[in-house]
Nanobody, 120 residues
Framework: QVQLVESGGGFVQAGGSLRLSCTAS????????MGWFRQALGKEREFVAI????????YYADSVHGRFTISRDNAKNTVYLEMNSLKPEDTAVYYC?????????????WGQGTQVTVSS
């Protein structure tokens, strides 16, 4: 089992930045691809970004490409999401997820989420 705990969410003005962290328990973290998703109020959960087990590959949703950066530190069992040039439409609960496959949809483990609110 892997447990994921997100942190770093908060309230920021448009144009600002936040860095989310997701720390995993368990030894298998370095074997998993890690992803970030978000769900805005009244909307379906959507894919944000993914990073491979060794950080050799990343992929982003078009809506965040060039503004968000996903990274990981396997020694710390932590994956990060650096969010810059934030927009009000980025407001959502952000979730991290871990999986044994490279996927923008299917993951084995999910965190509880952290709220990000961007004011205009």
């Amino acid at each position: 089992q892997v447990q994921l705990v997100e942190s770093g969410g908060g309230f920021v003005q448009a144009g600002g930045s936040l860095r989310l962290s997701c720390t995993a328990s368990g030894r298998a973290f370095s074997n998993y691809a890690m992803g970030w998703f978000r769900q805005a109020l009244g909307k379906e959960r959507e894919f944000v970004a993914i990073i491979s087990w060794n950080a050799g590959a990343t992929y982003y949703a078009d809506s965040v490409h060039g503004r968000f950066t996903i990274s990981r530190d396997n020694a710390k069992n932590t994956v990060y999401l650096e969010m810059n040039s934030l927009k009000p439409e980025d407001t959502a609960v952000y979730y991290c997820a871990g999986g044994s496959r490279w996927s923008t949809k299917e993951y084995d483990y999910w965190g509880q989420g952290t709220q990000v609110t961007v004011s205009s």
